[in-house]
């Protein structure tokens, strides 16, 4: 499989026009191209059909767990309308307060007109993009591995690395403002790089696979962590007997916008700005032209020159540092002051990394809008579970759905009767064990 | 490919003798040196409260032992490097090197301790605690053997034990923790049937699509705990499990009777299917092909087995086996379901086939050190000896990197693991 070209390489616009007078052909052009787009299934087409998809079959699962739909359904004899409205109803609420809670809740407004506050129109928003940065970062990490050739499962474990300096230094060291969140934040991108580098210098001098041993090291560093949290003269916080941090230094919070946290901030800058720079190291480095053709080919890379080896430990030191920033990000803000590291901040960032850079097809912009749609799943699953009887895990299913039929295009092709071929833009991983 | 081959660097026999005895003087020394430091006897019980044959307590003088055990080994390792041993004495002397240190920590542990030690606590738990593990790497020895990478043992254990906690407590009673184990194993046989159709029939990414699975498991079955089991708790997650079944004679056998012979089903059953599935991929023309379809799918093609068939099977069949690891978590051990309750065990059991080299007596092995490790960290920390819970839960973690890094003999995969084969 790794004969390939990069999946970003190969066309995936329209297919050549059919054969028409020239005037009507220019005309034509453009609606042709979105026709072609949709019924070759090109990427973006795809993509949006895996969401539209999960949706659906979300919507299904939220309707036939909803006790009301059930009798509403026993009696779907005498009264079918009513079964199929309580169906309609059950998802309906559940999508709705999904939006409310990641994107805009139309009370606020009525509420802004009638002396309350006009940052609270805002908030779904703001929270969305806060939840979306570390998402976005932790995808940019596996994202940036993948082009390289690289499925880096690691994110938690480098995350867990940035995650501990950043702590460490927030809280023992007291500093100047501003100074003090550039130590923090560098030292976690520190921190991070070399769990990842660790994982990079493996694969390079021995061969091990990269996959087995971010495993582990993600094993590796939560125990690490809770060692760490639960020892009295290193991480934990003073008169503490449980596992957790100090209070960071008030110097060392990230600054956010308006109202009370968690809100978007300085965090989301950090995070566009890792992108950009993901951006440009790959499509306009040398680096990055090297990451791509050892992703694409490590044998034409070797006889082009090229130190493989060398590649894979600068891209996993790359993708430890940026998951490391995701765990600044993340201790840093979130509060005033935020809440102490404890074993379970790390959550599920790092395989959330995994299906937003699958998502997002393994391109930074990509990987922003993968992050801020995941983001507003997060956001919004809060009020879901506040608002309706439907849990906040529903989240949880539609991330696992959407990126199930994203990692499989044949299967909504097959679904949507689409021709054609699109790549995943994953090709350059798929491989086995022995490389 | 051969981009890997040519950044392999194996150490050649003479430097792997000076590793291997200087490990071994190591140990030894740290036997002499540290495990001497507490004075007292330690004492070992070998029997559970309440046994029917009761076997004596053991008393050791900590320190002497200790320094009779670190001797032993550092004679060990200066054999090792100066003789050209026997493949078969080498073998013997990590066995016994290790096994000396682990003694040694342990009398360490318990010397000058009133606390007793319970051998057969660490023993019973650990044998115990590595069914799910065993069962997980079975799983991913099935599908990996065959061509198909399994990351995804991890969700297959988690919707085994929902469905087995879901099943058990609907149908109730004896009957409902057998259907319980039907239910789990069919419901991670669907889950593999999913990660076959994803890999054999659209030829996705099969790590991907494992660890996508792995989302979508965690994110079903806590939705349905959450909206379902918690709710109707009464109905849907009752908290049936198992009671231990001693065998008749062999579970009277001291020390072993215990550990081995009285226990749950699962346990028994494990052994059975460990049994059957060695047997079956070395030694019948079943495991031949299957063996054959793993290294090499087009050779295995043209002498007319089906590759694809062969796949899909072996996935399925994969996936029910761990499908009924995960009814142990529910049914074979705490009875009732909670979310996440599959918490890496999958992942661990991934290592011990890595770790046990794609074999199921291997694997087995690698199982029980893990198992291990992570009880004799909870027992030492009941004796509140200063080594920390959480280092100790490392190590097999750490061995695993270690085994694959090819600093201890070289892991290699099935050559055609995680390839689709297409009909040319």
């Known amino acids: 499989m790794s004969e390939q070209l990069p999946a970003t390489e190969q066309p995936t616009g329209p297919g050549p026009a059919p054969e028409r007078p020239r005037l009507l052909a220019d005309l034509d052009r453009t609606g042709s191209a979105i026709i072609t787009a949709i019924t070759q299934g090109s990427p973006a087409v795809v993509t949006a059909l895996s969401i539209f998809t999960a949706l659906v079959v979300g919507a299904v699962l939220v309707a036939v767990t909803d006790p009301v739909v059930l009798r509403a359904w026993d009696s779907v004899g005498y009264a079918p309308g009513a079964a199929f409205s309580a169906t309609w109803n059950s998802a309906a609420a559940a999508y709705s307060a999904l939006f409310e809670g990641a994107i805009f809740n139309p009370s606020t407004v009525s509420a802004a007109f009638h002396g309350g506050s006009v940052a609270a129109i805002f908030y779904p928003l703001s929270l969305t993009v806060y939840q979306a940065t570390p998402l976005i970062l932790t995808g940019l990490s596996v994202a940036i591995a993948f082009r390289a050739g690289l499925f880096n499962i690691g994110a938690a474990g ?99 916008v308006g109202g009370p946290p968690p809100q978007a901030g300085l965090g989301f800058a950090l995070a566009l700005a890792a992108a950009a720079g993901v951006a440009w190291l790959l499509s306009r480095s040398t680096i990055g032209f090297r990451f791509r053709t050892v992703g694409a080919n490590p044998s034409a890379a070797r006889s082009a020159g090229m130190s493989v080896e060398r590649s894979w430990v600068l891209v996993m030191l790359i993708a430890g540092a940026l998951a490391g920033l995701a765990a600044a990000v993340v201790v840093l803000s979130g509060g005033s002051p935020p809440p102490p590291l404890v074993a379970s901040t790390v959550g599920t960032y790092g395989f959330d990394g995994i299906t937003v850079a699958l998502l997002g097809r393994a391109k930074p912009g990509g990987v922003v809008l993968a992050g801020l749609l995941f983001g507003a799943l997060y956001a919004g699953g809060t009020n879901v579970a506040a608002s309706t009887s439907v849990p906040t895990d529903i989240v949880l299913v539609l991330e696992g759905l959407i990126v199930l039929f994203v990692a499989a295009p044949p299967l909504i092709k097959a679904i949507y009767r689409l021709r054609g071929a699109a790549g995943t833009g994953m090709e350059a991983v798929a491989k086995g064990w022995n490389g | 490919m051969t981009a890997l081959t040519t950044a392999i660097r194996l150490p050649s026999v003479n430097v792997r003798s000076y590793v291997a005895g200087g490990t071994y003087i190591a140990l030894g020394l740290i036997n002499m040196l540290v495990f001497t430091g507490h004075t007292g006897d330690a004492t070992f019980d070998l029997s559970l409260p309440g046994a029917s044959v009761h076997v004596p307590s053991v008393h050791v003088p900590g320190a002497p032992t200790a320094l009779a055990l670190g001797v032993l080994c550092v004679a060990i390792g200066v054999v090792r490097v100066v003789i050209d041993l026997p493949r078969w004495a080498k073998r013997l002397a990590i066995a016994v090197v290790l096994l000396a240190t682990l003694v040694a920590l342990l009398a360490w542990s318990d010397a000058g301790n009133t ?89 996705s990414d099969q790590i991907i699509i494992g660890v996508v699975i792995n989302v979508l498991a965690l994110g079903f079955t806590t939705y349905l705990y959450d909206r379902v089991m918690a709710p109707y708790g009464n109905i849907w997650n009752t908290g049936n499990f198992f009671t231990p079944y001693k065998i008749p004679v062999l579970g009277d056998i001291p020390i072993i009777g215990p550990t081995f012979f009285d226990s749950t089903v699962f346990l ?112 030492l920390e009941t004796l509140s000896v200063p080594i920390p819970t959480q280092i100790l839960n490392m190590l097999p973690y750490a061995a695993t990197i270690i085994a694959v890094a090819g600093l201890v003999g070289r892991v290699r995969a099935p050559a055609a693991d995680g390839k689709p084969y297409v009909k040319a």
């Open chain 1, 158 to 256: 480098q995350f867990i690395g940035g995650a501990i300096v950043a702590a460490w230094l927030a809280a023992d060291v007291n500093m100047p403002l501003g100074i003090h969140i550039l130590v923090c934040v560098v030292g976690a991108i520190i921190g991070g790089a070399l769990v990842g580098g660790i994982v990079g210098e493996l694969k390079a001098r021995t061969g091990a696979h990269e996959v087995i041993v971010t495993i582990m090291l993600n094993y590796i560093m939560a125990n690490l962590l809770l060692y760490l949290l639960s020892s009295h003269n290193l991480l934990q916080a003073p008169r503490e007997t449980n596992p957790i941090a100090p209070t960071i230094a008030s110097n060392a919070i990230l600054p956010h």
């Open chain 2, 115 to 203: 606390v007793s030690m319970n051998l057969l606590d660490l023993t019973q738990y650990t044998v115990v605690n590595s069914i799910p593990i065993v069962l997980g790497a079975l799983s991913g020895i099935l599908c990996e053997r065959s061509g198909v990478i399994n990351i995804a043992i991890e969700g297959q254990l988690l919707t085994g034990a929902f469905a087995a906690a879901a099943v058990s407590s609907v149908v109730g009673a004896t009957l409902g923790l057998w259907m319980g184990i039907v239910g789990g194993s069919l419901t991670g046989g669907l889950v593999g049937a999913l990660l076959a159709v994803m890999a054999i029939k659209y030829l």
């Open chain 2, 268 to 379: 028994y059953f494990t052994y059975i299917l460990l049994i059957v599935i060695q047997v079956a991929l070395f030694r019948t023309r079943w495991g031949l092909r299957v063996r054959a379809v793993g290294e090499h799918p087009t050779a295995a093609d043209t002498v007319g087995i089906k590759v694809l068939w062969t796949r899909y099977r072996n996935v399925i069949l994969g996936g029910m086996v761990a499908g009924i690891g995960g009814a142990w978590l529910t049914v074979g051990s705490t009875g009732s379901f909670s979310p996440g309750m599959s918490n890496g065990i999958g992942y661990i059991g991934l290592a011990a086939m890595i770790f046990g080299r794609w074999r199921p007596f291997g694997a087995v092995a690698a199982a029980l050190l893990f198992s291990f490790s992570g009880q004799l960290g909870i027992e």
